[in-house]
């Protein structure tokens, strides 16, 4: 790979899913949903690149399809200069050592029937990189990694806390050596005074191990720390990206303006300035024409253009770009 090549580089990424017919197959078949409708985005070894987004966003089928746990309708995905969606069965479960995911919901992405043992071994047999007495040096050496007793290692998940089992995915993540994790919202379904500690452990395991990020969140206070660079998304498309200081300090596109307005602030008292959005996000079998974000965009200069010609994500200053007709205009 060339030394001055991203880590990871997505191109135009498609994912669309065929719309299903009516009872016995009659009747004509439901419109496509565009999950994912042209996405494109790169991040250097060591960095971490922060997606954030609304639920149903299309936020996790990137992940997802990036990974290739499900497959892509069109685009390219490189990693390490190699094409991931080009690649045959027998390369891609070589790659998949080098590409992991931290999941969402730690109790469902751990096998109930399997201690933390067991599933830290697996990996680890999986790829020939330890059996035996090896393994299990290697499954203590994980453990105390990610700040877990060694002695749970004979505990099922549902002996573990949520922060735990967390823990338990990233080890699992960790224990192939891999250069990529995609973490798609790891902290979500925990305490808040969970959360820290977890996203505290990742910004080690990162520095410790020069890892490279796809960090999915909902919620810009999340990533506003771990990310170099922000991704928004809205409907399946990409509506600003920017390093995160650029996004947080001047924000472009009003959408994202509106999530770093619901961001909370620890003094109550403090002036901020709330966006509430109407309406309810459009179903992504069947966008609005133009830009997707128009029936909902409190912009005070909104148009007919907004409602007919789809905005460009267009570079406004030097790395900073959105999809927006008013990107360059102050709001």
């Not at 998940?157 to 919202?185: K, N, T, Y």
């Not at 900073?320 to 007709?325: E, F, S, T, V, Y």
Request: aromatic share 4%; proline share 9%.
């Amino acid at each position: 790979m060339n030394a001055t090549a991203p880590l990871v580089d997505v191109r135009d990424l498609v994912k669309h899913y065929p719309g299903e017919r009516a009872w016995l197959g009659l009747g004509k078949p439901k419109r496509v949903v565009r999950a994912v409708d042209g996405v494109s985005f790169t991040i250097a070894a060591g960095q971490t690149l922060g997606l954030v987004g609304e639920s149903g966003s299309g936020k996790s089928t990137v992940a997802r399809t990036l990974l290739r746990l499900t497959e892509p309708t069109g685009g390219a995905a490189l990693f390490e200069g190699r094409d991931v969606f080009a690649l045959p069965p027998g390369e891609l479960r070589a790659l998949r050592r080098r590409m992991q995911i931290v999941f969402q919901d730690p109790y469902s992405s751990l096998n109930p029937r399997m201690t933390v043992r067991q599933t830290l071994r697996e990996p680890l047999a999986i790829h020939r990189l330890a059996a035996g007495a090896d393994a299990d040096a290697r499954v203590a050496a994980l453990l105390d990694e990610v700040g877990l007793d060694g002695a749970l290692a004979d505990s099922y998940p549902h002996e573990l806390s949520g922060g735990q089992r967390q823990r338990v995915g990233i080890a699992r993540a960790l224990s192939v050596e891999p250069a990529f994790i995609v973490c798609d919202e790891p902290v979500s379904a925990l305490d808040v005074s969970v959360q820290a500690q977890v996203l505290n452990l990742l910004t080690d395991l990162q520095r410790r191990h020069r890892l490279t990020y796809l960090f999915i969140a909902h919620d810009l206070a999340v990533v506003r720390h771990t990310a170099e660079q922000v991704a928004v998304m809205y409907l399946g498309k990409i509506v600003e990206r920017a390093p995160a200081t650029a996004v947080y300090q001047g924000p472009r596109h009003p959408y994202t303006r509106s999530l770093l307005s619901a961001v909370p602030v620890p003094d109550p008292h403090a002036p901020r300035r709330r966006i509430v959005l109407s309406g309810d996000v459009p179903s992504p079998a069947n966008p609005p024409p133009g830009c997707p974000f128009h029936p909902r965009c409190p912009h005070p200069k909104k148009n007919e253009r907004c409602r007919t010609e789809v905005p460009a994500l267009r570079e406004i200053t030097p790395g900073h770009l959105a999809a927006c007709h008013f990107a360059a205009e102050p709001m």
